[in-house]
Nanobody, 114 residues
């Protein structure tokens, strides 16, 4: 059974930082690409960041230079370090894994106050 469990969300002031974690089970984690996406109320889900099994990364334009994705294969966990947060970063953040099939977690709420 595949499980992706996000944590680390919360309320933070603009300019602050948060680190999200996504713990995976039931997948071949070290072989999987992992990604973060977000969805704000009334908007479509938006790509945030991706890291391949080999460690290559890419980011959405709106978060480049502020967010960093990383992974720990031993812990089967992917992280999203979010710095210089803005109110427009407010959204539910979802973790996903891709190895053939794609799986999604339940999401964690991030709220940035101005």
């Amino acid at each position: 059974q595949v499980q992706l469990v996000e944590s680390g969300g919360g309320l933070v002031q603009a300019g602050g930082s948060l680190r999200l974690s996504c713990a995976a089970s039931g997948i071949a984690f070290s072989l999987s690409a992992m990604a973060w996406a977000r969805q704000a109320p009334g908007k479509e889900r938006e790509f945030v960041a991706r890291i391949t099994s080999g460690g290559s990364t890419n980011y959405g334009d709106s978060v480049k230079g502020r967010f960093t994705i990383s992974r720990d294969n031993a812990k089967k966990t992917v992280y999203l370090q979010m710095n210089s947060l803005k109110p427009e970063d407010t959204a539910v953040y979802y973790c996903s894994s891709v190895l053939g099939s794609q799986y999604w977690g339940q999401g964690t709420q991030v709220t940035v106050s101005s």
